[in-house]
């Protein structure tokens, strides 16, 4: 197995974006609604529920068509007063980084371990949500869902970032906050992190990975 210059083990930290290093963006997707004139629900049930929007942002994942161009399809679908210019970044910019992960994960790369981001995208212009909170210069690898026209949950989109962080499942890690994209990678044989409280899953990591997360001052 590899080893840093110290002896230790070098592991691959996998991690997922929105959910993981950034809070929940549900609260703020709400807010967002009710500045706007919606329903609080509206985002999220257009995105995940309605046949169109579900399409549309399945398409945007894999990028099939761009921000701009998804934009324009979700603003009609949301309704007809809603702005298409930039509406991905206005519905985002609210959602804070997760600061307890991300601390994590300057810790983990300072300790010698491999950082692999791996996110399911939503666009990466005009809005970049990574260059947004600041945390797209952390990762030795980034497998971003529209740039290798595969998302998570499909195998393949794993096995790729087990290549490209080059180290063997075993010696990685693979953080998520929804439960469905966990069994692709741990069928790969890699340890998986279930993200349901920041605090928790910072907790399991710093035991696993051997780091401790510190919140810079």
Not at 11 to 40: M, Y
């Amino acid at each position: 197995m590899p080893h840093g210059t110290d002896g230790a083990e070098i592991h691959g930290l996998i991690l997922d974006f929105a959910g993981v290093l950034t809070a929940n963006p549900g609260p703020v997707h709400r807010a967002w609604c009710t500045s706007e004139g919606l329903a609080q629900g509206a985002w999220r049930s257009t995105l995940n529920d309605h046949p169109e929007g579900r399409r549309l942002y399945t398409a945007l994942e894999i990028g099939e068509i761009g921000q701009a161009q998804w934009n324009e399809g979700t603003a009609a679908l949301l309704g007809k007063h809603v702005d298409p210019v930039n509406l991905m970044g206005r519905a985002w910019a609210g959602v804070p980084v997760a600061r307890r992960m991300v601390a994590l994960a300057r810790a983990a790369r300072s300790a010698g371990h491999r950082l692999a981001l791996l996110s399911n995208s939503f666009g990466l212009d005009p809005f970049n949500p990574y260059e947004h909170v600041g945390i797209w210069d952390l990762f030795d690898v980034h497998v971003v869902s529209e740039l290798v026209g595969m998302a998570k949950p499909d195998p393949a989109i794993y096995r790729l970032t087990l290549d490209r962080i080059g180290l063997p499942a075993e010696r990685c890690v693979f953080v998520d906050d929804h439960a469905v994209n966990l069994p692709p990678a741990a069928d790969l044989g890699v340890t998986t992190v279930h993200v349901t409280d920041e605090d928790a899953a910072v907790a399991e990591l710093e035991e696993l990975l051997d780091v401790t997360a510190v919140l810079a001052a």
